[in-house]
């Protein structure tokens, strides 16, 4: 138990590390080219709002580039669209530079689909560390594939009230087979409600979708409590079924990184299924860092004071409330 403590506080303290108004807020920026004729192409560029305030990322084509028409914006609840239409020139953007101004300075991505004349298509991920990209020849959808997977593996990672919740849950574990069957649980809730809401079975407005996500966080907290002082509840007697219910809730919030981009529809089939399989691997390779985290505190004896056996709890508490607090007051309008 006592090394439990210890890898809850230090998990914690590395996610205090983050700003509590980023948790959830690493959504890719979307640009999509569509080559419509020899050097012509329809543009579409999504940038993430949040509170009102969008993504301070821009779009910056190459020299030369000309609109064949205005560009269009259309304002939607979490982003904002541009379309417009391009001529290149008979090179078209082959081998041409396109930027991101901007980027550098954020913690998310730009997501880029191209699809040519010919019907090929390539995907690529624009990352801070290098904010622009050169169009090259199509790699196959085993290329997209890869690129899914790594936009999962990050949307978990970054997800830092995600894996608040897992470690609040993993606080609630008492036997390896427990262990498995919440985080099968989880897993299950959440890959439903992702293949759900992806394929626009049904859409849940993400603010409110936040805020409930921060109260699934918030909910652990005093079972925690009540499991270190040595109570008990259905809660703690059965973290599967809780897993179960707020996966539900959970495989939402991790399909905004998957929607909101707007993909073809031809396309959701395989960036839902390495989005998802990315998801799972990110989330299983923090559940065997807090395993293999905890096992190396026990062989070790590591002994914390009394004084913060319910540390965690407190903490996970704390965000919880802060982030509902926060997320509701979003929701109703605030600033």
């Given at each position: 138990m006592k090394s439990w403590r210890a890898i809850a506080l230090l998990l914690l303290a590395s996610l205090l590390v983050w700003p509590a108004a980023r948790a959830h807020e690493a959504r890719p920026a979307y640009l999509e080219l569509k080559e419509r004729a020899p050097g012509q192409y329809d543009v579409l560029w999504r940038t993430p709002v949040l509170a009102g305030m969008r993504l301070p990322v821009a779009l910056k084509l190459p020299d030369g580039v000309k609109n064949l028409a205005e560009p269009t914006l259309q304002e939607l609840t979490d982003s904002l669209l541009e379309r417009r239409t391009i001529d290149a020139g008979p090179q078209g953007l082959a081998g041409r530079r396109i930027e991101f101004p901007g980027l550098q300075l954020t913690i998310t991505d730009?997501?880029?689909?191209?699809?040519?004349?010919?019907?090929?298509?390539?995907?690529?991920?624009?990352?801070?560390?290098?904010?622009?990209?050169?169009?090259?020849?199509?790699?196959?959808?085993?290329?997209?594939?890869?690129?899914?997977?790594?936009?999962?593996?990050?949307?978990?990672?970054?997800?830092?009230?995600?894996?608040?919740?897992?470690?609040?849950?993993?606080?609630?574990?008492?036997?390896?087979?427990?262990?498995?069957?919440?985080?099968?649980?989880?897993?299950?809730?959440?890959?439903?409600?992702?293949?759900?809401?992806?394929?626009?079975?049904?859409?849940?407005?993400?603010?409110?979708?936040?805020?409930?996500?921060?109260?699934?966080?918030?909910?652990?907290?005093?079972?925690?409590?009540?499991?270190?002082?040595?109570?008990?509840?259905?809660?703690?007697?059965?973290?599967?079924?809780?897993?179960?219910?707020?996966?539900?809730?959970?495989?939402?919030?991790?399909?905004?990184?998957?929607?909101?981009?707007?993909?073809?529809?031809?396309?959701?089939?395989?960036?839902?299924?390495?989005?998802?399989?990315?998801?799972?691997?990110g989330q299983l390779a923090f559940v065997a860092l807090v395993v293999l985290m905890a096992r190396a505190f026990a062989v070790l004896r590591v002994r914390w004071p009394d004084t913060l056996a319910l540390a965690p709890a407190y903490v996970v508490g704390s965000l919880g409330a802060f982030w509902t607090i926060q997320r509701v007051v979003m929701m109703l309008g605030g600033r």
């Open positions: 730009v997501l880029v689909r191209v699809q040519r004349q010919d019907a090929s298509t390539s995907t690529e991920i624009v990352r801070p560390a290098q904010p622009w990209f050169e169009l090259a020849p199509p790699r196959g959808r085993l290329a997209a594939a890869g690129v899914f997977l790594a936009q999962g593996i990050e949307h978990i990672l970054l997800g830092v009230d995600h894996l608040l919740f897992v470690l609040g849950l993993l606080a609630l574990v008492r036997s390896p087979w427990m262990l498995v069957k919440t985080i099968t649980a989880f897993t299950v809730a959440h890959s439903l409600t992702l293949a759900i809401a992806t394929f626009g079975i049904v859409n849940v407005p993400a603010a409110p979708l936040n805020a409930a996500i921060a109260l699934s966080i918030l909910f652990l907290a005093p079972e925690i409590v009540r499991a270190r002082r040595g109570g008990t509840s259905f809660t703690i007697r059965h973290p599967w079924v809780v897993a179960f219910a707020f996966g539900l809730l959970h495989g939402f919030g991790f399909a905004s990184g998957l929607a909101a981009l707007g993909l073809p529809r031809a396309e959701i089939p395989l960036a839902l299924l390495m989005f998802n399989l990315g998801v799972e691997i």
